[in-house]
């Protein structure tokens, strides 16, 4: 199994940046692509960016061109920068890893946009 620990949510008012780490442990070798999604208060969870293990990214369509996430030195470790954050930001954002029978979820980091 893997298990995946999110950090770097916070409060930051609108048109601020922050930073979320996920880091994974046990079968690493079995992560195809790791991403993050998000949830808002009544709404359903949404893709925010996923990365394969090549470096493909993709983006959801609300965060293209003020979010990107990027690899750590190692496989297990996969960061999102959010710069230009907007209230609409706000929401519990949850990594996700992928691989050869493997779906799993963090436990989530809150990050909350407002002045």
């Known amino acids: 199994q893997v298990q995946l620990v ?6 930051v008012q609108p048109g601020g940046s922050l930073r979320l780490y ?3 442990s046990g079968r690493i070798s079995s992560i195809n692509v790791m991403g993050w999604f998000r949830q808002a208060p009544g709404k359903e969870r ?12 993709k983006y959801g369509d609300s965060v293209k061109g ?5 690899r750590g030195n190692v496989k297990n470790n996969v960061l999102l920068q959010m710069n230009s ?5 706000t929401a519990v954002y949850y990594c996700n890893a ?8 963090g436990q989530g980091t809150q990050v909350t946009v407002s002045s």
């Open 6 to 11: 999110e950090s770097g949510g916070g409060l």
């Open 22 to 24: 996920c880091v994974a």
């Open 46 to 57: 949404e893709l925010v960016a996923t990365i394969t293990s090549g470096g493909s990214t």
């Open 66 to 70: 003020r979010f990107t996430i990027s």
């Open 85 to 89: 954050l907007k209230p609409e930001d």
């Open 98 to 105: 992928v691989g050869a029978l493997l779906n799993n979820w």
